[in-house]
């Protein structure tokens, strides 16, 4: 498994895009080896998007330019009122309210469609309540209204706990969030996160393949259940502490189920370090809930197809780190 530093968009594909307001404009350089017309344009950009979406473009797509500034290698399409008005806030009731500090936002990728940001333990993605700042969405929210990007909206594509550390991927818009949420569903975004683990692993390696379901009998519990969704979690040991009796692993998801990693690695009796809910015993000293850490994602953009690769590194992952 490939370990990076930092990371971005890479793989120039001879294709860019921007937004302006409501429109989307996506340029074709002579490096996109593209001379179809407008409907094989649109086949090419939107392959794998809903089809509601394919049909929207294919009614909305013209050349930006007359046809006499165009060429068979360059040429810039436009998508008018492609995107919605901004309308109302998803997360309303807090649009002149304050950002909590600890719901600030380390933002690691950003362009006119996406931002993927390195989410703190302890602190939700969504609002509990209208009027709740403490969350990501509404601290994104408050930074699109501040900046340039005032017409965006925070939409989360996956889902991390409350306990959980690391990188989350957001649309700006409705458009994007559902080619991003296609894109997830069919596991053609890849994720991989950082686990320390209650004891000494046996495998190096191995596949967790077990259903999982509601725990019927406690509020907000999952467990193996052959009733239950499809689950499968891939992983691979990165180091073993005999001293300290804990394995650190990378998992990598095929599934997002709730609580997925957990359950799965709790069920082969080794709980996540300080995970009570799911059989740790041992409390953290850290003032971490549990030691799960979103590391790494890759995807293809919506609309440029250059590949978005990131990376971040577990604090846990330290040798140092005092987890007890």
Do not use: W
């Amino acid at each position: 498994m490939k370990a990076l530093n930092g990371g971005g968009a890479s793989s120039d594909t001879g294709i860019s895009a921007r937004r302006e307001g409501n429109d989307l404009i996506i340029a074709l350089s002579p490096e996109a080896g593209f001379t179809g017309g407008v409907k094989e344009f649109i086949n090419h950009i939107f392959a794998g998007a809903p089809d509601k979406i394919i049909e929207k473009a294919r009614r909305l797509s013209s050349c930006a330019d007359p046809a006499e500034k165009q060429t068979a290698a360059k040429r810039d399409f436009l998508l008018a009122g492609f995107f919605e008005g901004p309308g109302p806030s998803a997360h309303s009731g807090f649009a002149d309210r304050p950002m909590r500090k600890n719901a600030g936002l380390i933002i690691e990728y950003e362009d006119d469609f996406i931002a993927v940001l390195n989410k703190p333990a302890g602190v939700k993605i969504h609002p509990d309540r209208e009027g709740d700042t403490d969350n990501l969405c509404a601290a994104l929210d408050a930074y699109f209204r501040a900046s340039a990007s005032r017409s965006a909206r925070a939409y989360p594509i996956h889902r991390l706990d409350i306990g959980t550390s690391g990188l989350i991927i957001f649309a700006k818009d409705n458009v994007t969030c559902a080619i991003l949420d296609r894109a997830l569903f069919e596991n053609r975004i890849e994720r991989r996160y950082t686990a320390a683990l209650e004891g000494l692993l046996k495998k190096r390696e191995g596949e967790i393949n077990l259903a999982i379901g509601r725990d019927r009998h406690v509020s907000n519990k999952y467990r193996v259940s052959p009733s239950g969704k499809p689950a499968v979690t891939r992983y691979k040991l990165i180091r073993a502490d005999s001293r300290r009796g804990i394995s650190l692993v990378e998992a990598v998801l095929e599934t997002g189920r709730t609580h997925q990693i957990r359950v799965h690695f709790s069920h082969i009796g080794y709980p996540l370090c300080g995970d009570s809910l799911y059989g740790s015993r041992h409390p953290l000293s850290s003032g971490r809930e549990f030691l799960l850490h979103s590391s790494y994602l890759k995807f293809i953009h919506p609309y440029n197809k250059k590949t978005v690769e990131l990376s971040s590194a577990a604090e846990f992952s330290d040798p140092k780190y005092s987890i007890r």
